[in-house]
Structures are given as structure tokens and as C-alpha cells.
């Protein structure tokens, strides 16, 4: 059974850091495409930022570009994604998704994953 857990949200204020972690259980991330996404209350969810499976691209939302990294530790099966200068419209549920054999152009879109996470709430204080 294929479990992805996110982990890591909470409460910061503008400007501030958080590292969120999704952890996989039952697939090798390495094998996959892991991307985040995000939902903010009366929102759509969108496209945050995607590393394509081990040694592939990192791609990012023009929102978050040089102000959010993802990385990979494949050892324990985790994925990142670190963000930096905050801000509140940043504020949402982050969820964690994989998939296999997704394209470039149909990253960013949500039908394509396979698995999700059940969401970790990020709130950044103005």
C-alpha cells in the first residue's frame, strides 16, 4: 500500500522558513516524479514545484521560483521542500503527489499523480 506523509507545516511569520517532508512508503520516490502542490481556503489547488525521479529536473511555480528549493534524500525514501522568505499569500494545505511516467508539459497538472499525501497546513502571518 502506497503511503505518501507530509509533515513539517505550522505557523510562521512573514519573512520566515519552513521545511516541509513528504515520506514515502510502499514506492521508491527515486523512481518517481514528486511534486507539491497547494491549496489555499476558496482556492484551486496549484502547482508548487516538482523533482523529476532521482538525477532529473526541478521545476518550480513562478511564485515560489527563488524562494522555494526541493531536494530528495533517497536513502530515506523523503522528499523536501524548503521554502524561504515567506509570505502570506503562501498560505495553504501543501500536499505531496507521485507519479510515474509524467511528462514535462503535464507536471504542473494535478490529474496526473497517482498519489497523494493528506495535506500539512502552512499559515504565514503578515
Known amino acids: 500500500q502506497v503511503q505518501l506523509v507530509e509533515s513539517g507545516g505550522g505557523l510562521v511569520q512573514s519573512g520566515g522558513s519552513l521545511r516541509l517532508s513528504c515520506a514515502a512508503s510502499?514506492?521508491?520516490?527515486?523512481?518517481?516524479?514528486v511534486a507539491w502542490f497547494r491549496q489555499a481556503p476558496g482556492k484551486v489547488r496549484e502547482f508548487v514545484a516538482a523533482s523529476r525521479r532521482s538525477g532529473g529536473t526541478t521545476h518550480f511555480a513562478d511564485s515560489v521560483k527563488g524562494r522555494f528549493t526541493i531536494s530528495r534524500d533517497n536513502a530515506k525514501n523523503t522528499v523536501y521542500l524548503q521554502m524561504e522568505s515567506l509570505k502570506p499569500e503562501d498560505t495553504a494545505v501543501y500536499y505531496c503527489a507521485a507519479g510515474r511516467g509524467i511528462i514535462l508539459s503535464s507536471l504542473f497538472a494535478d490529474r496526473h499523480y497517482d498519489y497523494w499525501g493528506q495535506g500539512t497546513q502552512v499559515t504565514v502571518s503578515s
Open positions: 510502499g514506492l521508491t520516490s527515486d523512481t518517481y516524479t
